[in-house]
């Protein structure tokens, strides 16, 4: 079970709609996958489409992490009705749900037993490998406070969403300080498993200079490839629907987009896992 974290500093860079994209693309591919909204705003349950029958909230279980049974209280995605397997079995694609009730998790103080909560209910999912994902991607919020901390200590691998701006390229340098001291002190399997800039305007000239700059400053850490901005992005979201099964040519770009990604997301943080190692 590959566990990746999908954070930045800042607000509103994309970290939602890159975790849906891969989320689409994971689910295309039939590859197994959780997606536990930890941010309280819960932006990508809504995304995903559950319709919840009784589940507890990822809040609600990380309160109670040590009894909390996660397989009972994950909602499956509503992009499965949609989901063409033709006759095969249906694909694993689950929610923890998100709610505001996480939110009293988000401080700057929290300390090491509160920050093993979410990794205590994976790991008694996992138990004997138990947990039927093969994926598990976390939409963390927008902060470097407990939620987000939480995240990491749960995770091998975080994800990194930048835009090609001045300011978000200062606070993805600030991530990842930040990650490199976390991996020290509390989590030593943790790596980055790169970072996307998401939002890129093809004709823009400041674009062009910020990517340029990313890929002197941050090599390989720099994924290919880069998501750009697309006009239809609200409205398929808006509609929660998977991008891979919207229709027309943009989405089916996109699609292919997010496909790579989530191998370059795989492959990229494996070859970093044994870099760190080595
Ligand atoms: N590549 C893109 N093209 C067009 N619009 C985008 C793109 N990426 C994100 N958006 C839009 O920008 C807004 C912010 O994106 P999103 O919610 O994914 O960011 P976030 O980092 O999760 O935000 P927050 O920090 O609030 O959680 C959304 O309305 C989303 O639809
Ligand atoms: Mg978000």
Redesign the pocket.
């Known amino acids: 079970m590959q566990v990746v974290s999908i954070s930045?500093l800042k607000?509103?860079?994309?970290?939602?709609?890159?975790t849906l994209g891969l989320a689409s693309a994971a689910l295309a591919a039939g590859i197994p996958t959780l997606v536990i909204d930890l941010?309280p705003?819960a932006?990508a349950t809504t995304g995903l489409g559950v319709h919840p029958a009784g589940q507890l909230d990822i809040g609600h279980m990380i309160k109670g992490s040590r009894k909390a049974d996660l397989a009972a209280n994950v909602v499956p995605s509503g992009w499965l009705a949609a989901h063409k397997h033709d006759g095969a079995p249906l694909p694993v694609l689950d929610v923890a749900m998100g709610s505001a009730f996480s939110g009293i998790y988000d401080r700057p103080d929290l300390g090491r037993r509160d920050l093993r909560r979410l990794s205590t209910i994976l790991a008694n999912a996992d138990r004997d490998g138990k947990a039927p994902y093969q994926l598990v991607l976390i939409?963390c919020?927008?902060s470097l406070n407990g939620l987000t901390r939480m995240a990491w200590t749960a995770s091998s691998r975080v994800l990194l969403?930048a835009e090609p701006g001045l300011f978000s390229v200062a606070g993805t340098q600030r991530t990842l300080r930040a990650i490199e001291l976390f991996r020290s002190e509390f989590a030593p399997a943790l790596v980055p498993a790169g970072i996307v800039a998401?939002?890129v305007r093809s004709g823009s000239n400041e674009h062009a200079y910020r990517l340029g700059e990313m890929k002197t400053m941050f090599g390989e850490l720099l994924l290919s490839p880069t998501?750009?901005?697309?006009a239809n992005?609200?409205q398929i979201?808006g509609a929660a629907h998977p991008i891979h099964q919207w229709p027309g040519d943009s989405a089916k770009n996109s699609s292919a987009l997010f496909d790579k990604l989530l191998e370059s997301v795989l492959t990229q943080g494996a070859t970093r896992s044994r870099l760190y190692r080595g």
């Open positions: 930045s607000g509103g860079v994309g970290k939602t709609s890159v941010d705003h932006d939409d919020p927008p969403v998401n939002r998501i750009p901005e697309q992005w609200q979201q």
